[in-house]
């Protein structure tokens, strides 16, 4: 089983739209949730973190259940520049005490006129 | 504050050869790591620092080695290249806060590698 899961889409959306992806992940030490968007051919760059009581920026609402193991993210009012690769990113904390960051391999939004 | 920067951005290798890929970051970050991404694989960690002197190995360290001398730079070894390390390579870095990677990780532009 992957660390990380998510459907890799993609979602094909008109504008104006919600849109919502779902991410799981397996180990349930993980201390932090991110997710990053990602635009074609470049580096991805952190959209939010996600924290326990769920947060919203702007139009972006990320939610974390700890209890299910899974990470959501809403888009209301999608836009065209809203088109991109979001990534889902958990930290695992390794028996080394070291952590690491596991990505997702990311779901692909596309925005239609 | 320049963020991170790699370099190359591109380079073609012969199956054998060996090269480095730059990593630098004027940010004061501790946590430094380098990732590959692949079609359909997503970003897989290939090795990982969490300051000047420590590495860890990630998901798929094989053919590569790496070194954190300073705060700032983070060398990427390729030893002997092969076609399966064809890539895009990101460096990226971020601040711990209790040991705990909680704040952004800034990534550089990237470094496509095609190994023939």
């Known amino acids: 089983r992957k660390e990380v899961e998510q459907d890799p889409g993609p979602f094909n959306v008109p504008e104006g739209a919600t849109v919502a992806f779902n991410c799981t992940y397996s180990?349930?030490?993980?201390?932090?949730f991110f997710w990053y968007r990602q635009d074609c051919r470049k580096e991805p760059k952190l959209l939010m973190s996600v924290y326990s009581s769920g947060n919203e920026d702007g139009r972006f609402t990320a939610q974390l259940n700890r209890a299910s193991q899974y990470i959501s993210l809403l888009i209301r009012d999608s836009k065209l520049s809203d088109s991109a690769t979001y990534l889902c990113?958990?930290?695992?904390?390794?028996?080394?005490?070291?952590?690491?960051?596991?990505f997702g391999t990311g779901t692909r939004l596309l925005v239609s006129p | 504050n320049a963020g991170v920067t790699q370099t190359p951005k591109f380079q073609v290798l012969k199956t054998g050869q060996s090269m480095t890929l730059q990593c630098a970051q004027d940010?004061?970050?501790?946590?430094m790591s380098w990732y590959r991404q692949d079609p359909g694989m997503g970003l897989r960690l290939i090795h990982y620092?969490?300051?000047?002197?420590?590495?860890d190995q990630g998901e798929v360290p094989n053919g590569y080695n790496v070194s954190r001398s300073t705060t700032e730079d983070f060398p990427l070894r390729l030893l002997s290249a092969a076609p399966s390390q064809t890539s895009v390579y990101f460096c990226?870095?971020?601040?711990?806060?209790?040991?705990?990677?909680?704040?952004?990780?800034?990534f550089g532009p990237g470094t496509r590698l095609l190994v023939l």
């Open positions: 620092s969490v300051g000047a002197g420590i590495t």
């Open positions: 990113v958990v930290n695992n904390v390794r028996n080394t005490g070291f952590q690491k960051l596991v």
């Open positions: 990226a870095s971020s601040r711990t806060g209790g040991g705990i990677v909680r704040e952004t990780q800034y």
């Open positions: 180990n349930s030490a993980s201390q932090s």
């Open positions: 940010m004061n970050h501790e946590y």
